[in-house]
């Protein structure tokens, strides 16, 4: 049995797909701005949404690929500058672990929740480190300590946009017609 030690090139329809997954991303984050925003920075996180399902779909190379695309595009489009280092821990970083979600283990069965409670959960880390290292001045006004401060403010937006994924998917996965046989 030979094994090739090229990679698996994407073909035109997940491109197609990530493309259309990245723009749809796009659009439901600005919904997601009119629906419900904090008063600092941060939103219910529906334009997440796409991203994880071409990782849940076509698998984790795909949902970075596409996760890294949407945290470019949210930076270009809708961004906050405190410090470079900043940038990528709230833009291109969170949206690069999505596609963790579309690692084969949380792809096989009924682990795809799974997927996107570890890659919410990454995304929220992200999030919280950025937070404590460059907004931790905020903490002040609340009379918290930085960590504290920045594990509460973020999880005002990420646990609920974490949850509203799961909900969501629960009747995608339904619909065969979605989803690509080996996906479980």
Known sequence: MEHSAAPKIVTIQEMAEMGIAVALGVALSYLSKAIWSMPM?????????PVLYI?????????LIAGLALGFVTMATDWYFVHPVQIILDYPLPGLV??????????????????????????????VVSGVVFFASYAKDWHMAPLIYSLTYNAAYVVPSIAICILVFVPLRRVKALWRSETG
């Open 41 to 49: 920075g941060g939103t219910l996180e529906l334009g997440i949404i």
């Open 55 to 63: 990782a849940l779909k076509w698998g984790w190379r795909d949902g």
């Open 98 to 127: 999505l596609g963790l979600a579309g690692l084969p283990v949380f792809r096989r069965g009924h682990n795809w929740w799974i997927g996107i409670l570890t890659a919410g959960t990454l995304r929220y880390i992200c999030h």
